[in-house]
């Protein structure tokens, strides 16, 4: 079985008195999307950073396709764009991607096509002999995410990819992160427009005071249906029946609350309630948007 | 070594688009162009009315004053060229995709330092081949020991380069910039404390200076320098404001090589564990 794409263990940062990632363990297999999510300040760019070799861990360990993370031999096969990304203005857009290129020991025809392709994915092959400092921030957004891609990397980090872009700039990236993932690169996607990561992500995992408190895959979460139940008559007994169907059973406003697994729970509870003689007035059903679930896990 | 020349050409290419070049090369020959000038009325004067040791004494003179300004020169340019390419990309984050392309840290600094040095040695070249060229076309002058003089100005840049590459794995930019200026300040002083303390026969003064040019072994490189650049009858009457009274030992030359090796080595180190 093929080494995960990323793995790390207890993974912990302390800056001074003040920890930034407490524990972070997790694993993300390769052809992956994964999205990293968490409130500001949970120690998302700081994990990022230690998992790239950019910040030594205090403490824990981790592996890159099967490399001790901060090693040379993984960052060969990992490209990266942070959530500010700073380049050397005073290049064009060719310029900086031959230059981290040649970093990543690329050279010759086969890194000028490589830039070409990349350029024209993006959409920047017409400026791409411009000054960097001549950009747009949405253009020097694509550029940074050019040069995350270059040497076809097996794990690419994007942190906030679609910070500065406007709609088309982030269906942009979304096909970008498709295509990446149709040829089987793992994706470890740090976002805050949940949307997006709702949309692109496979699975993802909330941190919360530098500690990772949950992860889910995004299809489990599209069949949890939170469900509103309006009755004639409820009490414990009829709480406690409806549990067998769901979980998180709950009467508020009047109204009873519960959380179930799938649609086809709904005619279950609607004729478990009919052969209780219970009057059932009103039942909507709605999926819990990840924002929701955020909510609930970060909030 | 392929990511050290790659780090190394991107200095230049830097230093090259963003017109420190340009700005160095056009105040560097006017800087020789000024020069060629007065030394040309100075030793049209001289050649009229000085006897032939006069001659000889006015002129290492004046070529001894182009060369402390050039000296100075090397050193402002040494730091200020230095002071903020990691500092600068620290400080920005360009540094952080650099960090993660597979390039050992290590790499990252020496091209820097690598393309500093360039820079640095082009300059000095500019400079004081310049001053020599036209000491030797306008005046038929050369100093004693040139080739044995100028790499020693090359050393003292190459110390302060060293210090400002070191300060800026850990300083900002300005914090940099102002403690190399300042040790470059505590050399200078030192450099005086010794020779004052020598004409004086003072020896604590004498040793605070020689502790002072251990610190920072700059200014002890220029009084060496100075000392092999002058007529053997100057130096050794120890007359002008450019003779040494306590010569810098041979062993400071060994030093400051050392001492560039060592501050280079935990520039490497500091930049290495340093978190970006």
């Not at chain 1, 003040?18 to 500001?40: C, M």
């Not at chain 2, 050649?47 to 290492?60: E, I, L």
């Amino acid at each position: 079985m093929a080494e995960p794409a990323l793995e790390a263990q207890a993974l912990r940062k302390d800056f001074g008195p003040k920890t930034a990632v407490r524990d972070l363990t997790l694993s993300v297999p390769r052809g992956e999307v994964f999205g990293f999510l968490g409130p500001n300040g949970a120690g998302k760019t700081t994990s990022i950073k230690m998992l790239l070799g950019l910040v030594h861990p205090t403490a824990g360990g981790g592996r890159l396709l099967g490399e001790p993370i901060g090693g040379t031999r993984a960052r060969a096969r990992v490209g990266y764009l942070p959530e500010h990304f700073a380049f050397h203005e005073w290049l064009r857009g060719r310029e900086l991607l031959r230059f981290h290129g040649r970093l990543l020991g690329l050279g010759g025809s086969s890194l000028d096509a490589g830039i070409e392709a990349l350029l024209r994915r993006v959409e920047l092959l017409e400026a791409g002999d411009r000054c960097l400092r001549e950009y747009s921030k949405g253009m020097k957004q694509r550029i940074g995410l050019a040069q995350a891609l270059l040497g076809e990397p097996e794990l690419v980090f994007l942190d906030e990819p679609t910070s500065g872009l406007d709609p088309l700039g982030r269906l942009l990236v979304r096909d970008v992160i498709r295509d990446l993932k149709s040829r089987g690169t793992a994706i470890f996607l740090n976002s805050h427009l949940l949307s997006e990561v709702e949309v692109t992500c496979d699975r993802v995992a909330f941190v919360k005071e530098g500690r990772v408190v949950r992860e889910m895959t995004l299809g489990a979460a599209e069949r949890d249906l939170e469900v509103e139940l309006r009755l004639d008559r409820y009490g414990p007994s009829v709480l406690e029946g409806l549990a067998r169907f769901g979980s998180d059973v709950r009467e508020e406003d009047g109204h009873v609350r519960l959380h179930v697994d799938g649609e086809e729970r709904l005619p279950e509870v609607s004729r478990w309630l009919a052969g209780q003689g219970i009057g059932l007035y009103h039942l909507a059903a709605r999926r819990r948007s990840l924002e929701d679930v955020f909510l609930e896990v970060v909030g | 070594m392929r990511a050290v020349l790659t780090i190394a050409h991107l200095t230049l290419a830097e230093a090259r688009r963003r017109r420190i070049l340009a700005a160095a090369l056009l105040l560097g020959v006017a800087f020789v162009l000024l020069f060629a000038l007065g030394f040309h009325f100075i030793a049209r004067d001289i050649r009229a009315h000085g006897s032939p040791a006069q001659q000889r004494f006015m002129m290492s003179f004046v070529v001894m004053a182009a060369l402390y300004a050039a000296n100075f020169l090397i050193v402002m340019t040494s730091v200020l060229v230095t002071v903020d390419t990691l500092a600068g990309e620290i400080a920005s984050g360009v540094i952080e995709t650099l960090c993660t392309k597979p390039v050992p840290r290590w790499a990252v600094a020496l091209g820097k330092w690598l393309g500093c040095w360039v820079i640095l040695a082009m300059y000095a070249a500019l400079l004081c081949g310049g001053v020599l060229v036209v000491a030797c076309l306008v005046g038929g002058y050369t100093p004693p020991n040139a080739a044995r003089g100028l790499p020693l100005l090359l050393l003292e840049g190459t110390v302060l380069l060293t210090l400002a590459l070191a300060g800026g794995t850990r300083l900002s930019t300005l914090a940099n910039g102002v403690t190399v200026f300042g040790l470059y300040g505590l050399a200078f002083v030192g450099g005086w404390m010794e020779q004052i303390g020598t004409l004086a026969s003072n020896t604590t003064a004498r040793y605070i200076g020689i502790a002072a040019s251990l610190l920072v072994p700059s200014e002890s490189l220029w009084q060496l320098a100075s000392h092999h650049m002058q007529p053997p009858i100057v130096r050794d009457l120890g007359i002008g404001p450019f003779s040494p009274m306590s010569v810098p030992s041979p062993a400071m030359v060994a030093w400051a090589a050392g001492y560039v090796l060592i501050a280079l080595a935990v520039a490497l180190r500091l930049f290495h564990t340093r978190d970006l």
